[in-house]
């Protein structure tokens, strides 16, 4: 059957444009079916044929086995590996990778679950530093705290009044950390003086980015 294929779809000698194709983010440059032009590599789900072919490089093939009379066949994993995509790339099921330099990831069942790699630390005020702030340092990937300069005056006496009239405490809090987990039910962070006691504490709430997929059935 596929010297008939070859016979029917590879024309030979070969004619191929000038310019090689410009390829999606993930999708390398390989040789088509018929081993002669570049094209880019069919990937995770994608449509794919004799001469479109999938991205070997991340165990794809070409998957026939739900196209009826061997037509409209997709780019899968071989023997129903499960995997995940991630910014155009697939992972195999239990690799470790860095989408980033602040996020260590997992792929596991077809999705991923990821940690920081930066210090989620919170800095409170103090006198000698009233307004911390976290920056982005050009040439380090994780943010940095600094402490921004406002006007003393207004600091002290706004201090002063606090102390002599015995003005409430004003309520403070930093914004809420992302979600520790990328899908199902994790936790996120903050710190605030928003309580009974107007005393600084970590608080936590439950948060939920979105649903994670479901485990494949069981085979009998």
């Not at 690799?95 to 069942?109: G, Y």
């Not at 210090?119 to 340092?137: H, N």
Request: net charge neutral.
């Amino acid at each position: 059957f596929l010297p008939q294929v070859c016979a029917q779809l590879c024309r030979r000698p070969c004619y191929c444009p000038w310019v090689p194709p410009r390829c999606p983010r993930g999708s390398p440059l390989v040789l088509d079916g018929c081993g002669c032009c570049k094209i880019c590599a069919r990937r995770l789900g994608e449509p794919c044929d004799f001469l479109h072919v999938c991205d070997q490089s991340q165990g794809l093939v070409c998957d026939y086995s739900t196209a009826p009379a061997g037509t409209g066949a997709t780019c899968n994993f071989e023997d129903g590996e499960e995997g995940c995509e991630v910014n155009g790339r697939v992972y195999r099921d239990g690799e470790v990778f860095q989408p980033s330099c602040k996020l260590q990831c997992r792929c596991l069942d077809g999705g991923f679950t990821c940690v920081p790699l930066c210090q989620e630390d919170v800095r409170l005020p103090t006198p000698d530093c009233p307004y911390p702030r976290r920056v982005e340092v050009p040439g380090k990937c994780c943010p940095e705290w600094i402490c921004e300069a406002r006007d003393r005056h207004i600091l002290q006496d706004a201090g002063a009044g606090h102390a002599s009239e015995g003005m409430p405490v004003q309520e403070w809090g930093t914004e809420w950390s992302a979600c520790s987990a990328t899908c199902g039910v994790g936790f996120s962070t903050r710190v605030s003086n928003q309580n009974r006691y107007c005393r600084l504490e970590t608080q936590r709430r439950l948060c939920m980015a979105r649903p994670c997929p479901a485990l494949p059935a069981a085979s009998p």
